[in-house]
T-cell receptor, first 113, second 114 residues
Framework: QQQVKQSPQSLIVQKGGIPIINCAYENTAFDYFPWYQQFPGKGPALLIAIRPDVSEKKEGRFTISFNKSAKQFSLHIMDSQPGDSATYFCAAERGGGSEKLVFGKGTKLTVNP | EPEVTQTPSHQVTQMGQEVILRCVPISNHLYFYWYRQILGQKVEFLVSFYNNEISEKSEIFDDQFSVERPDGSNFTLKIRSTKLEDSAMYFC????????????FGSGTQLSVL
């Protein structure tokens, strides 16, 4: 119930493509869903996040789609660039005072020039 | 942008030895965390710390682990007697306050237990 399942494990796209990374969760107590981007040798950095009261959120080229009934959310990267090549983690946090982020296993994205 | 600073970046130790991983959170932040990432696996929560006490900990954070904020700037993770399976990248993180959503991670300390 505490798991967040992320797919695919790796993804290769051409520059300009739209990679989509999917996550699913079981615990309906989760109420905050961030995506983190991690470059080699660096810590995860918050990219974009959503709460279940909205179905979509856009920030620049990054969009989260959220389907509360299906308990799924996904990250779309528009017009992907080689500089977007990184590992992307979805995560979820339970409300009610818990401060623990539960991470997915990560997706290694490669954007070829 | 402000940064969470972790030292050392790499630490090698012998099994059974004590290690202390150090972190300097962002200066006006009040909530502090340790996460770890075993090679090729997901990032896992270890502990959260607020107002000089642990607010939440995971099953991983057993009696071998402890955290401390010894002064106004540092936040440390101590592993009393390291095991081979403690080998991982350890990330410190901090955030400003209870309603702040943005968690800032450091670059991590790669701990290798031999």
């Amino acid at each position: 119930q505490q798991q967040v399942k992320q797919s695919p494990q790796s993804l290769i796209v051409q520059k300009g493509g739209i990679p989509i990374i999917n996550c699913a969760y079981e615990n309906t107590a989760f109420d905050y869903f961030p995506w983190y981007q991690q470059f080699p040798g660096k810590g995860p950095a918050l990219l974009i996040a959503i709460r279940p009261d909205v179905s979509e959120k856009k920030e620049g080229r990054f969009t989260i789609s959220f389907n509360k009934s299906a308990k799924q959310f996904s990250l779309h990267i528009m017009d992907s660039q080689p500089g977007d090549s990184a590992t992307y983690f979805c995560a979820a946090e339970r409300g009610g005072g818990s401060e623990k982020l539960v991470f997915g296993k990560g997706t290694k994205l490669t954007v070829n020039p | 942008e402000p940064e969470v600073t972790q030292t050392p970046s790499h630490q090698v130790t012998q099994m059974g030895q004590e290690v202390i991983l150090r972190c300097v959170p962002i200066s006006n932040h009040l909530y502090f965390y340790w996460y770890r990432q075993i090679l090729g696996q997901k990032v896992e929560f270890l502990v959260s710390f607020y107002n000089n006490e642990i607010s939440e900990k995971s099953e991983i954070f057993d009696d071998q682990f402890s955290v401390e904020r010894p002064d106004g700037s540092n936040f440390t993770l101590k592993i009393r007697s390291t095991k081979l399976e403690d080998s991982a990248m350890y990330f410190c993180a901090s955030k400003a306050g209870p309603t702040s959503e943005k968690l800032f991670f450091g670059s991590g300390t790669q701990l290798s237990v031999l």
